[in-house]
T-cell receptor, first 113, second 115 residues
Framework: EAQVTQNPRYLITVTGKKLTVTCSQNMNHEYMSWYRQDPGLGLRQIYYSMNVEVTDKGDVPEGYKVSRKEKRNFPLILESPSPNQTSLYFC????????????FGQGTRLTVV | DAKTTQPTSMDCAEGRAANLPCNHSTISGNEYVYWYRQIHSQGPQYIIHGLKNNETNEMASLIITEDRKSSTLILPHATLRDTAVYYCIVRVALAGGTSYGKLTFGQGTILTVHP
């Protein structure tokens, strides 16, 4: 089944403790991206990747890192999480940028205390 | 990417057609209209897209006005499972430009389907 898989689904952590949210897709998609969703602010793009080893900042990249060493994986790294990064995170992928349908993961609800 | 305007919320009776409007008066000639929906904090789900012709798939129909300044998503026979937030998005679908990969989600329309 074609899907985007995020892990973990839920995470509670403490300020400053490094964490990684994994994202994997099995559709051989070139394009992957991360969004965060906050009440009243909608979904905002954090980082995106157009292909292996090609990443770029979205609208709200501060406090996040990403890597794209292989096509299927696009982990989101929070080196020193802070409470303002408490949010619902979504990973998405598209076959290529000229394609139309984005596939989203199930979401990761992160709480930083 | 062009900005879109949608009503905050709408209601629909189960079994009836749900017609969700979207205004995109500043849309450019190479921007497509996309619709996604999000059911209760799940990942957004693609519904349909179009450029200028009306489109239909197994989920919905998309009607785009001739001047392309607005569109309507039609769910022909709404069910309770169609209760969700519906997002109308416009974006360039062809490579070129720094924003063409980004989906800019607004607040969307909360559609509530009731029995």
């Amino acid at each position: 089944e074609a899907q985007v898989t995020q892990n973990p689904r839920y995470l509670i952590t403490v300020t400053g403790k490094k964490l990684t949210v994994t994202c994997s897709q099995n559709m051989n998609h070139e394009y992957m991206s991360w969004y965060r969703q906050d009440p009243g602010l909608g979904l905002r793009q954090i980082y995106y990747s157009m292909n292996v080893e090609v990443t770029d900042k979205g609208d709200v990249p501060e406090g996040y890192k990403v890597s794209r060493k292989e096509k299927r994986n696009f982990p989101l790294i929070l080196e020193s999480p802070s409470p303002n990064q408490t949010s619902l995170y979504f990973c998405a992928s598209m076959l290529t940028l000229s394609h139309t349908e984005a596939f989203f993961g199930q979401g990761t609800r992160l709480t930083v205390v | 990417d062009a900005k879109t305007t949608q009503p905050t919320s709408m209601d629909c009776a189960e079994g009836r057609a749900a017609n969700l409007p979207c205004n995109h008066s500043t849309i450019s000639g190479n921007e497509y209209v996309y619709w996604y929906r999000q059911i209760h904090s799940q990942g957004p789900q693609y519904i349909i897209h179009g450029l200028k012709n009306n489109e239909t798939n197994e989920m919905a129909s998309l009607i785009i006005t001739e001047d392309r300044k607005s569109s309507t998503l039609i769910l022909p026979h709404a069910t309770l499972r169609d209760t969700a937030v519906y997002y109308c998005i416009v974006r360039v679908a062809l490579a070129g430009g720094t924003s063409y990969g980004k989906l800019t989600f607004g607040q969307g329309t909360i559609l509530t389907v009731h029995p």
